[in-house]
DNA sequence: TTGTTATTTAGGGAAATACCAAAATAAATC
DNA sequence: GATTTATTTTGGTATTTCCCTAAATAACAA
């Protein structure tokens, strides 16, 4: 149980999630998209199974990542009780920021 | 604009902007809720001042702290955008048959 | 069993982070 | 001006992070 606030400060664990929320990846795929070498990736992928963000399953000589949805999902609505978001002053929260909070509640 | 993730990493800066979001603080008050030397506590609020998720104004001898709220709100709605948290999750490729169209591809 | 492909672990170095004590700064008061 | 209060900046150390190359592992194919 890390921290998975820390996983997501890194701006190229950021983007591995986001192209696993899409469909799962292999590890030389998310090693291809960045200009990074493969034992590096390696590390981030590392970093962000420890923090459960993500599952990987052996697929032949291939490892394939997963996203853990729900547990991302769980980390983002955490922060954003801790800050309230969305409760007043609700006047100023924008129509389109006010429906996507209610959309993942 | 400088990376407000990684700002956000950290426990006890999440807890002062959590503080903040009720009422401004003075940096006497903010250091006194932690069991942390004054000089460390300076030291992030300087982190989330430079991440904009804070402002500061002298008031006599003391600081006073105020959270940035809408900005904290961009950060955690770009969150949540870019890993689309409250849309359906995409339909995820067996791992059997996506090994295979990998190799057919 | 030898080789090939995919990916990791090991090991190491540079830079960033987190903490502290001591010194410096800023404003108010004596 | 000197003192007090509030807070920061400075300087130092220990730990962690991020990245690399080289070596190791795992599964498969010849």
Redesign the pocket.
């Known amino acids: 149980m890390s921290d998975a606030y820390?996983a997501l400060?890194?701006p190229?664990r950021r983007e591995i999630l986001s192209m696993l929320r899409d469909r799962a990846h292999?590890?030389?795929e998310l090693?291809g998209a960045f200009d990074?070498?493969?034992?590096?990736?390696?590390?981030?992928?590392?970093?962000l199974k420890s923090a459960n963000l993500i599952t990987?399953e052996?697929q032949?000589?291939?490892?394939l990542y997963r996203a853990n949805i729900s547990v991302i999902e769980d980390a983002l609505t955490g922060l954003m009780e801790m800050f309230r978001i969305g409760e007043a002053p609700a006047a100023d929260v924008a129509p389109a920021k006010a429906a996507l909070l209610r959309r993942q509640k």
């Open positions: 820390k400060a890194h190229v292999t590890a030389g090693a990074l070498a493969k034992p590096t990736l390696s590390g981030h992928f590392n970093v990987v052996r032949g000589t291939t490892l």
